[in-house]
Protein backbone atom coordinates (compact mmCIF):
# COMPACT_ATOMS: atom_id res chain seq x y z
CA UNK A 1 0.00 0.00 0.00
CA UNK A 2 1.04 3.50 -1.21
CA UNK A 3 -0.67 5.85 0.71
CA UNK A 4 -2.84 4.31 3.99
CA UNK A 5 -5.40 7.70 5.38
CA UNK A 6 -6.75 7.06 8.75
CA UNK A 7 -8.51 9.01 11.67
CA UNK A 8 -12.12 10.06 10.47
CA UNK A 9 -15.17 10.31 12.01
CA UNK A 10 -17.88 11.93 13.71
CA UNK A 11 -17.49 14.78 15.29
CA UNK A 12 -19.55 17.62 16.86
CA UNK A 13 -19.00 21.26 15.69
CA UNK A 14 -16.00 22.85 17.33
CA UNK A 15 -14.40 19.76 18.15
CA UNK A 16 -10.95 18.56 16.45
CA UNK A 17 -9.81 15.32 15.10
CA UNK A 18 -6.40 14.28 13.98
CA UNK A 19 -5.87 12.25 10.23
CA UNK A 20 -2.72 10.54 9.51
CA UNK A 21 -1.54 8.72 6.47
CA UNK A 22 1.12 6.13 6.65
CA UNK A 23 2.99 6.60 3.00
CA UNK A 24 5.32 3.93 1.70
CA UNK A 25 8.77 5.18 2.29
CA UNK A 26 10.09 5.25 -1.11
CA UNK A 27 7.30 8.18 -1.84
CA UNK A 28 7.19 9.93 1.74
CA UNK A 29 10.90 10.60 1.86
CA UNK A 30 12.09 13.35 -1.19
CA UNK A 31 8.36 14.39 -1.60
CA UNK A 32 6.01 17.22 -0.47
CA UNK A 33 2.54 15.67 1.10
CA UNK A 34 -1.00 17.43 1.00
CA UNK A 35 -4.23 16.74 2.23
CA UNK A 36 -7.34 17.59 -0.69
CA UNK A 37 -11.12 17.26 0.75
CA UNK A 38 -14.60 16.30 -1.23
CA UNK A 39 -17.40 17.48 -0.05
CA UNK A 40 -20.71 15.78 -0.69
CA UNK A 41 -21.53 16.54 -4.28
CA UNK A 42 -18.61 18.62 -4.46
CA UNK A 43 -15.69 18.81 -6.89
CA UNK A 44 -11.98 17.98 -4.28
CA UNK A 45 -10.52 21.19 -3.15
CA UNK A 46 -7.06 21.74 -1.84
CA UNK A 47 -6.36 21.57 2.14
CA UNK A 48 -3.17 21.57 2.78
CA UNK A 49 0.35 20.55 1.62
CA UNK A 50 4.01 20.29 2.98
CA UNK A 51 7.16 20.34 1.36
CA UNK A 52 9.60 17.58 1.59
CA UNK A 53 11.69 18.88 4.57
CA UNK A 54 8.17 20.09 6.76
CA UNK A 55 9.68 23.43 7.21
CA UNK A 56 6.79 25.14 4.39
CA UNK A 57 3.28 24.49 4.60
CA UNK A 58 0.20 26.26 3.00
CA UNK A 59 -2.89 25.95 3.55
CA UNK A 60 -6.51 26.84 1.96
CA UNK A 61 -8.01 30.29 3.43
CA UNK A 62 -10.77 28.30 4.54
CA UNK A 63 -9.49 26.25 6.93
CA UNK A 64 -6.06 28.80 7.90
CA UNK A 65 -5.66 28.80 11.69
CA UNK A 66 -7.60 25.76 12.33
CA UNK A 67 -5.56 23.19 10.78
CA UNK A 68 -2.10 22.52 10.83
CA UNK A 69 -0.16 19.43 8.50
CA UNK A 70 2.68 17.79 9.82
CA UNK A 71 5.34 14.81 8.90
CA UNK A 72 6.82 12.79 10.77
CA UNK A 73 9.64 11.52 9.00
CA UNK A 74 10.99 8.20 11.19
CA UNK A 75 7.07 7.00 10.63
CA UNK A 76 6.92 8.06 7.03
CA UNK A 77 3.60 9.40 8.11
CA UNK A 78 1.78 13.05 7.81
CA UNK A 79 -0.76 14.56 9.81
CA UNK A 80 -3.77 16.81 9.23
CA UNK A 81 -4.91 18.04 13.09
CA UNK A 82 -7.78 19.61 12.47
CA UNK A 83 -9.21 21.68 15.05
CA UNK A 84 -12.58 23.90 15.61
CA UNK A 85 -14.14 21.52 12.76
CA UNK A 86 -17.30 23.34 11.73
CA UNK A 87 -20.09 21.32 9.64
CA UNK A 88 -18.87 22.62 6.22
CA UNK A 89 -15.52 20.62 6.80
CA UNK A 90 -17.74 17.17 6.20
CA UNK A 91 -15.79 15.68 3.55
CA UNK A 92 -14.11 12.73 2.38
CA UNK A 93 -9.95 13.55 3.03
CA UNK A 94 -7.63 12.26 0.80
CA UNK A 95 -3.74 12.29 1.48
CA UNK A 96 -1.56 12.48 -1.58
CA UNK A 97 2.13 12.46 -2.45
CA UNK A 98 3.84 14.62 -4.80
CA UNK A 99 5.86 14.61 -7.85
CA UNK A 100 8.10 16.94 -6.62
CA UNK A 101 10.00 17.76 -3.16
CA UNK A 102 7.73 21.18 -3.00
CA UNK A 103 4.49 21.74 -2.10
CA UNK A 104 1.77 21.84 -4.74
CA UNK A 105 -2.03 22.98 -4.26
CA UNK A 106 -3.52 21.48 -7.03
CA UNK A 107 -4.21 18.35 -7.83
CA UNK A 108 -2.31 17.60 -10.43
CA UNK A 109 1.10 18.22 -8.60
CA UNK A 110 0.30 15.08 -7.15
CA UNK A 111 1.12 11.46 -8.33
CA UNK A 112 -0.35 9.08 -5.50
CA UNK A 113 -3.18 9.34 -3.30
CA UNK A 114 -4.88 7.55 -0.92
CA UNK A 115 -8.44 5.87 -0.29
CA UNK A 116 -9.59 8.66 1.35
CA UNK A 117 -11.63 8.75 4.50
CA UNK A 118 -14.30 10.62 6.06
CA UNK A 119 -15.39 12.97 8.27
CA UNK A 120 -18.58 14.42 9.62
CA UNK A 121 -18.87 17.04 11.63
CA UNK A 122 -22.39 17.41 13.14
CA UNK A 123 -23.89 21.31 14.28
Known amino acids: VQLQASGGGLVQAGGSLRLSCAAS????????MGWFRQPPGKEREFVAA????????NYADSVKGRFTIARERPKSTVYLQMNILKPEDTAVYYC?????????????????WGQGTLVTVSS
Open 96 to 112: AAARSSGLSTIARGYAY
Open 50 to 57: IDWTGGNT
Open 25 to 32: RNIFSNNG
